[in-house]
């Protein structure tokens, strides 16, 4: 199971009712936070959930609506005597970026290891799956983020037997490992099924529609993307500062073939994104103008049609 929030939805700057961008991702006790706008404190708070759990922390980009929430942050978890190793991962110069914050938070009582990207992909692993980088179009270098927990195969209990493999093995074997026992050296692919597919969710703000954004949105469980502007008339201001529309973000979602889309980082002048989800959802039905907060545990899809 991956648990999602979104912690906040706002672009540029925060209102009374919309944080600034943040979204949390939890899975076998790890979590992932991406962006750390101002105002992601309070809403882990209302939320419910502690930051110190958190392992990786990735940015989008450097802008402040993205990142000016970190310092506090840090020094929230250096209060709370965290000694884990933090990972890092944002567009080149986010260790500079990262020290510069610091000033107002100088020492902290865990190590904070980097991950700069400066391909246009990159795979950075965890236990249990991994987070792709992938670039997107801003006026300032910036990356989606692509979250995939993998699922291995069945264990072939039939098999194994057949093979006559001792019972002692099985076990490791499940778990990817390469058994010797009595002179015989027995590998998982022996008795392990195909991969099952897994989940996988998708985001990405501040950028035009890209292809890379499609490659690595298809078959997303779900799909967060930027909305920045619902109104027509607003196409040449997301062209010129290289943001995103309402509609053309549900189109992405569309050729994705994405199972849900959740729109986020709308303009503070967007005071009601649900005004404009009847075009939206005439393009991408399963669409949903997402509220700070907004939550969903995923399962895999056979555990949901139990």
Not at 51 to 56: E, L, S
Not at 274 to 285: A, C, G, H, K
Request: neutral net charge; aromatic residues 8%.
């Amino acid at each position: 199971m991956l648990d999602i929030c979104l912690l906040g939805t706002g672009g540029m700057m925060p209102l009374p009712r919309r944080y600034l961008t943040s979204l949390m991702a939890r899975y076998n006790g790890m979590n992932i936070l991406i962006d750390c706008g101002e105002g992601t404190q309070m809403a882990l708070r209302a939320k419910g959930w502690s930051p110190n759990p958190i392992g990786i922390m990735c940015f989008t980009h450097y802008h402040a609506d993205h990142i000016s929430g970190l310092p506090g942050m840090l020094l929230n978890m250096g209060n709370a005597e965290r000694t884990q190793p933090l990972t890092m991962i944002g567009p080149k110069g986010l260790e500079r970026v990262v020290r510069g914050l610091r000033v107002i938070a100088p020492e902290l009582p865990f190590p904070i290891f980097f991950h700069e990207l400066t391909e246009e992909e990159e795979r950075i692993d965890f236990p249990g799956g991994y987070i792709t980088g992938f670039r997107v179009k801003h006026n300032v270098t910036c990356y989606g983020y692509a979250i995939t927990i993998t699922r291995q195969g069945r264990f072939d209990a039939a098999r194994a037997k057949a093979l006559g493999i001792p019972l002692k093995c099985w076990n490791p074997l499940q778990h990817g490992q390469t058994v010797e026992c009595d002179g015989k050296t027995y590998t998982p692919d022996l008795v392990m099924g195909e991969d099952r597919k897994g989940l996988k969710v998708t985001y990405c703000t501040d950028t035009r529609p890209t292809d890379s954004i499609r490659r690595h949105a298809a078959g997303a469980d779900l799909f967060i993307c930027e909305g920045m502007y619902g109104e027509a008339e607003k196409i040449e201001n997301a062209k010129a500062n290289k943001h995103m529309m309402m509609q053309e973000a549900a189109k992405l979602a569309a050729e994705a073939g994405a199972a849900e889309l959740w729109l986020t980082h709308y303009s503070p002048a967007m005071i009601k994104p649900e005004l404009y989800m009847d075009e939206v959802r005439s393009v991408f039905p399963n669409a949903v103008a997402a509220k700070d907060g907004r939550s969903i545990e995923l399962k895999y899809k056979d555990e949901e049609e139990q």
